[in-house]
């Protein structure tokens, strides 16, 4: 089995003793350089562990991937199911890495990367982290992977879509929220009128959203 170094990652510990942990999961191309900026908006105080994987796949034309895409929602069965392990695995290691349990640690990711903290967070025999925070992603189909929507009651997602992204369509952002807030979970839903990218606008309300996740 995969261990904790299965992955490239990079790692940041916090000032003190960790109040939790945020893993995000970068989008199709790049790398976890992409979203490390990002630790610094979300957690100014450095009260987490931050921790950024680099996906296994290095396809054409440029950078890494989590999944290959055969068509956006229908990841590619293959390459989707080997990722899911290998990144499951590198979770379940990290917890000993780190000492922050997964209960205490929100799965957050961009694209592809909002893809994967899905499956991660809700997928099948997978433990249930502190929250998802999902950007510009969607729910994967892939053929005998459901995820565990019983027992969702307040389990805390946020939500974050352009409504004129040309990448993924704010559609599978909206069909996300309601299948969340179907399965009782509570959602924050936010979606602006920008293309494929986090708009900085909604960042105040993210990390407002955080900090309740560790308060």
């Known amino acids: 089995m995969a261990d904790v170094d299965d992955l490239v990652y990079e790692l940041r510990a916090p000032e003190g003793d960790p109040a939790g942990a945020i893993v995000l999961l970068h989008g199709r191309g790049t790398?976890?350089?992409?979203?490390?900026?990002?630790?610094?908006?979300?957690?100014?105080?450095?009260?987490?562990?931050?921790?950024?994987p680099r996906g296994p796949l290095q396809l054409p034309p440029i950078g890494y991937h989590w999944y290959v895409v055969e068509?956006?929602?229908?990841?590619?069965?293959?390459?989707?199911?080997?990722?899911?392990?290998?990144?499951g695995a590198w979770l379940d290691g990290l917890h000993g890495r780190t000492g922050v349990p997964i209960g205490s640690t929100v799965l957050g990711g961009f694209s592809q990367g909002a893809v994967m903290a899905w499956a991660l967070g809700l997928g099948p025999g997978r433990p249930r982290p502190a929250g998802i925070l999902a950007m510009s992603g969607f729910i994967p189909t892939v053929p005998d992977f459901e995820l565990q929507l019983a027992g969702l009651e307040r389990f805390p997602i946020a939500i974050t879509h352009g409504v004129s992204d040309p990448v993924?369509?704010?559609?599978?952002?909206?069909?996300?929220?309601?299948?969340?807030k179907a399965a009782g979970a509570d959602v924050s839903y936010r979606e602006t009128d920008v293309p494929h990218i986090v708009d900085p606008r909604l960042i105040p309300g993210l990390v407002d959203w955080l900090d309740r996740r560790f308060a």
């Open 31 to 52: 790398s976890e350089q992409d979203l490390l900026p990002l630790l610094d908006v979300f957690d100014p105080r450095e009260r987490l562990v931050g921790a950024f």
């Open 71 to 87: 068509q956006v929602g229908y990841p590619d069965p293959e390459s989707f199911r080997d990722t899911f392990q290998r990144l």
């Open 168 to 180: 993924i369509s704010v559609e599978l952002g909206r069909q996300a929220r309601d299948r969340a």
